[in-house]
């Protein structure tokens, strides 16, 4: 990867994202020219961070370069937005690339307030910060190809990248990005019920997370269907049909049905 990388706001995402580039030597440090907001962050990072990166405070004498980088990775929280100034810039428009991370924020705010800029927009999920992010791309107008390739380099190796055109980019943050909330649930509620039953709270939950991981390489490994899984374990008159009878009784699938739903809708008003 060439170009220069502006980070504006070199958040834990951020981080997630840019790291893994320096750590397989994709990038180099010196390349990436990121923002924080605070005094504190600066510090924190200069001191802690174990790449040295060239680093700035908003609105800080130098800051200015940042808009000199071709390709911007725009990190900071939505409702930071409002503080992030598109300075001008000697880059020819059609190489001035801006990816913004920002959950909810629509490609054409993103257009509205970056008009000097080809935008991209993208949703990830907390995984990223382990390497295992999952991040829907939906690309803006007149992006090429070598500048999706890019961008996907960008992301490659802290997540698994999927494409969509934008109004599929909320219920998929919906399915990616609520999920892992509503996962920890279920894990702690299943742990609940071990220990409801008496094993001790650690081992429950350590069962309960094999077993999930135990499930899915399952399915993965063998193809089977999750109706075909749900049958081979249930017997006539068994422990799971009674199990099972519970969970549809009280509504459980429409709940999550209708929780993956609604964060969408949610999502749809933030745009
Ligand atoms: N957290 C998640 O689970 C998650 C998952 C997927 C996607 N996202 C998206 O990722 C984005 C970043 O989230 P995060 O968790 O990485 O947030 P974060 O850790 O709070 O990072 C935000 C960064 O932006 C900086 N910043 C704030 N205002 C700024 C300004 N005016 N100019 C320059 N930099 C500024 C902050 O600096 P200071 O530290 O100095 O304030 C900080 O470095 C969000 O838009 C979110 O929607 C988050």
């Known amino acids: 990867m060439t170009s220069k990388i502006a980070v504006i706001g070199f ?8 790291t893994p580039l320096f750590d397989k030597k994709l990038l180099n440090p010196k390349d990436v020219y990121c923002l924080v907001n605070t005094k504190k962050s600066l510090e924190n990072i200069r001191k802690n961070y174990k790449y040295e990166i060239n680093i ?9 370069i940042i808009w000199d980088c071709n390709v911007k990775l725009l990190s900071v929280k939505p409702q930071q937005l409002k503080d992030i100034i598109e300075l001008e810039n000697n880059n020819n428009n059609d190489t001035n690339l801006l990816v913004s991370i920002l959950a909810g924020v629509s490609l ?13 927009r993208s949703v990830t999920n907390i995984p990223i910060t382990i390497g295992k992010g999952l991040t829907g791309i939906s690309w803006g107008d007149e992006i090429t190809e070598d500048q999706k390739e890019f961008v996907k380099r960008l992301f490659e190796n802290s997540s698994k ?6 109004d599929l980019l909320d219920i998929f943050l919906s399915v990616t990005s609520s999920g892992p909330a509503i996962v920890a649930l279920i894990i702690e509620a299943l742990s609940d019920g071990g220990l409801s039953g008496g094993l001790q709270k650690k081992l429950s939950e350590e069962l ?4 999930i991981l135990g499930t899915v390489s399952l399915i993965r490994e063998t193809n089977l269907t999750t109706a075909e899984l749900k049958n081979k374990v ?8 009674s199990a099972l009878r519970v969970l549809e009784s009280r509504g459980l699938r429409s709940a999550l049905i209708e929780a993956i739903v609604s964060a969408s809708n949610r999502s749809k008003e933030f745009r």
């Open 234 to 241: 249930t017997s006539p008159g068994g422990t799971t049909i």
């Open 208 to 211: 309960v997370m094999e077993m």
């Open 161 to 166: 990248i999927y494409e969509f055109p934008e």
């Open 11 to 18: 958040g834990n995402i951020a981080k997630a994202i840019i």
């Open 56 to 64: 700035f405070q908003a609105n800080a004498k130098g800051s200015e």
């Open 108 to 120: 054409e705010k993103l257009i509205k307030r970056f008009p000097n800029h080809k935008c991209i």
